[in-house]
């Protein structure tokens, strides 16, 4: 319970049925288990974990309790997340950019010897996300596992001294106020893998989202 008196039918120590009063805290509570680790089923470098309900782009959807075993890399640490519409998968080099972050478990040879959860919690609205990230050389990829905590800010800034036109490849749901605090005779374009961009001019600032294909604007640049 959250507080000193609570909302909630407590078990008494002399009641009899407390199974039925536990059972109906466990279900109440439940929106809370969702991708939760089903332990009474896990066992080896099997994986299971608890369906339940999720909002998949303004739509309820049932998200089941997985009924073949996840499988897990032997001897490595895998990164087991889910995707906007519910689908479990893992990798052994890092949560993905978009994805939902569940659980990092350490495996050994046969078996998990370790596993953290990380659902993310809801983080309030005033609290922002702030990221900066380098564009110089290379385009940048925050899909990949290792710019996926810059892909999760809200505000993102990006940096460095341009040597081309470059991308900053973003996931295809995605939404921020970026600050483009690139420097150097060229252009910065935010980006889809697979579709168009915007470029946001330097020294400014703009709100963009990404709408399931392209990057467009909400803002112009101020």
Do not use: H
């Amino acid at each position: 319970m959250a507080s000193s008196t609570t909302n909630l039918d407590l078990i008494a120590q002399s009641q009899s049925s407390k199974e039925v009063t536990a059972n109906a805290l466990f279900d109440a509570g439940s929106p809370a288990t969702l991708f939760g680790r089903r332990a009474s089923l896990c066992s080896g470098l099997n994986w299971f974990y608890y369906g339940g309900v999720m909002m998949v782009d303004g739509v309820l959807a049932t998200i089941s309790n997985n009924a073949a075993a996840l499988a897990l890399t032997a001897s490595a640490t895998n990164y087991i997340e889910a995707t906007r519409s519910g689908v479990v998968s893992k990798n052994t080099v890092g949560f993905t950019g978009g994805a939902i972050p569940l659980y990092v478990a350490v495996t050994g040879a046969s078996t998990v010897t370790s596993y953290t959860d990380v659902r993310p919690w809801v983080q309030p609205a005033f609290l922002t996300g702030n990221g900066s990230v380098a564009v110089t050389t290379a385009d940048v990829d925050l899909t990949a596992a290792v710019n996926a905590d810059k892909a999760r800010c809200s505000y993102l800034t990006t940096t460095g001294v341009l040597t081309a036109n470059r991308n900053v490849i973003v996931p295809n749901n995605w939404q921020a106020v970026v600050f483009c605090n690139n420097t150097g005779a060229f252009t910065t374009t935010f980006k889809t893998a697979a579709g168009g961009g915007v470029v946001v001019a330097q020294g400014k600032r703009a709100v963009l989202i990404a709408d399931g294909t392209n990057v467009v604007r909400v803002t112009p640049d101020t």
